[in-house]
């Protein structure tokens, strides 16, 4: 073995002084292409840079948890992208007009936009409950209506896409390549096509790009009359708008492959002739009792509701011990184990921080320092191949182990290094270990807190709910005011 060297790196955005003890060419990082069906080296276009777009919510209905698993999935293809060096320019859409959210409207007699904007501050909320990071923007749909109709327009001029009495549609038979993500053959999509039949299109899986509005739907102007985009081309309008004609990653749940993302690139590769994302990134989707969780069946489980549950840590360890790739079943068994794995972590780093509360300048041999050298190649080889965040997290749980089994023989220097390997190798995964104090801030309290403070706020009584905040700021949760209600974020 090449003789381990001992030194400290100081990680760039991640603040913290981790050890890398060994001495060796770093792994290729290779993620898993659904455009090509299997690994490739990860090379951004123009490096450091990465450009990214995560399909967002449509905003029917609140968020359910199996959301949360895609959005934990992009955040920690994300963090582990920043940690490698990468500079992320991170796009993730809001559809706050579509079909859907019509349907919802009739059923609640409300606005489209009441029901858009209270689900997407619920979703943001969720989010920031949860760890994920803020993308760099959050375009929605409607914000966006002219740049979806100039996309329209170029598509109609290049031959890709027609007009007719019920809106403006793209011809799939333009495109020799559509199929191409998905794997389907557009004859058998035809002998099976499951759509609404329209006369007045050349074929049943020409799909829409304009919808003409009915009476009492909300509608924009438009070269083809008082209408609303479709939703495949409000992607491709704000990628394009925001990121440019190509993107490095491109994610999303397994059940946008066909036909959401196939549409994106058939549209979008129409217009600009360059391919339109390099890396395809797909999530399984999290299951309830063996189907699919959908807002569209109403069989799920509202994000909020695990929330208030479970801590946001242990639902993400629950999402993180199964590959991205892989589908999972909601469990509420499991989101206890994480619960319970999560404790026992936090009581490791807590001895840990104890012993190591007198360290100074760790020593510069030492077997100890060894074994953390295997532990973050292990943990870096596991996270470079395809995000194995379950190989990874069994990694963190033999350190632990090793931790408690040697316990006794461990000085305050070296115990030091213990706490900063595992608390750093869990911060790249999401995990953030709070002190004691921050522990007791269960969601539920802090829901009661923010309705205590909401109260003071429609009273009038400033001046408390200011002091609360501040209060709250120093113990690490800022809180952020919207006109309907307060979001917290740790």
Not at 45 to 71: E, S, W
Not at 363 to 389: C, I, Q, V
């Amino acid at each position: 073995m090449i003789p381990q060297i001992l030194y400290f790196v100081k990680r760039k955005n991640l603040d913290f002084s981790c050890v890398l003890c060994y001495n060796s060419v770093t792994m290729p990082l290779k993620i898993y292409n659904t455009l090509t069906r299997k690994k490739e080296e990860f090379i951004p276009l123009a490096p450091p840079l990465v450009k990214m777009y995560v399909c967002g919510m449509t905003v029917q209905d609140r968020p359910h948890i199996g959301h949360m698993r895609a959005y934990v999935v992009s955040d920690t293809l994300k963090r582990w992208l920043t940690h490698r060096g990468f500079k992320i320019k991170h796009i993730q859409n809001i559809t706050d007009i579509d079909d859907k959210i019509i349907e919802k409207t009739k059923t609640l007699g409300k606005d489209y936009r009441e029901i858009a904007e209270g689900n997407a501050e619920e979703f943001m909320r969720c989010s920031d409950i949860m760890g994920i990071e803020r993308a760099d923007f959050y375009p929605k749909a409607t914000q966006h209506v002219q740049e979806i109709i100039e996309l329209i327009l170029k598509l109609i001029q290049k031959g890709y896409a027609y007009t007719t009495d019920t809106g403006v549609y793209f011809d799939i038979s333009r495109f020799p390549d559509y199929g191409k993500l998905s794997g389907k053959c557009i004859d058998d999509l035809k002998k099976g096509a499951r759509v609404e039949i329209d006369d007045t299109k050349h074929s049943p899986l020409d799909f829409v790009l304009w919808k003409r509005a009915k009476e009492g739907e909300p509608f924009w102007e438009s070269p083809w009359g008082r209408g609303r985009p479709g939703w495949h081309i409000e992607c491709s309008a704000m990628s394009l708008t925001h990121l440019g004609e190509t993107i490095d990653i491109h994610t999303g749940g397994e059940d946008l492959i066909f036909p959401h993302h196939e549409n994106e690139i058939a549209q979008s590769e129409a217009v600009t002739g360059k391919p339109f994302a390099r890396f395809w990134v797909h999530n399984g989707l999290l299951q309830l009792l063996g189907n699919k969780m959908s807002k569209s069946t109403g069989q799920f489980v509202p994000a909020l509701d695990v929330l208030q549950k479970y801590e946001p840590d242990a639902v993400r360890l629950f999402f993180l011990s199964t590959h991205y790739r892989h589908p999972m079943e909601y469990s509420e068994e499991r989101l206890k184990e994480g619960g319970e794995a999560l404790t026992r972590i936090k009581e490791c780093i807590e001895m840990l921080k104890e012993r190591s509360a007198e360290a100074e300048t760790p020593p510069k041999n030492s077997h100890f320092a060894d074994e953390l050298g295997d532990f973050w190649k292990d943990f870096e080889d596991a996270m470079d191949d395809d995000f194995n965040t379950p190989k990874a997290i069994g990694r963190i749980y033999s350190l632990i182990k090793e931790v408690n089994l040697k316990m006794g023989d461990i000085d305050a220097n070296i115990a030091h290094l213990y706490k900063e390997a595992l608390t750093s190798s869990l911060k790249i995964l999401g995990i953030t270990i709070k002190g004691k104090e921050l522990d007791r801030f269960t969601p539920q309290l802090l829901d009661l807190i923010l309705k205590i403070r909401q109260k003071l706020r429609e009273e009038k009584r400033y001046d408390l709910a200011d002091k609360i905040r501040e209060d709250l700021s120093r113990l690490g949760i800022t809180i952020k005011d919207t006109p309907n209600r307060s979001i917290p974020s740790l």
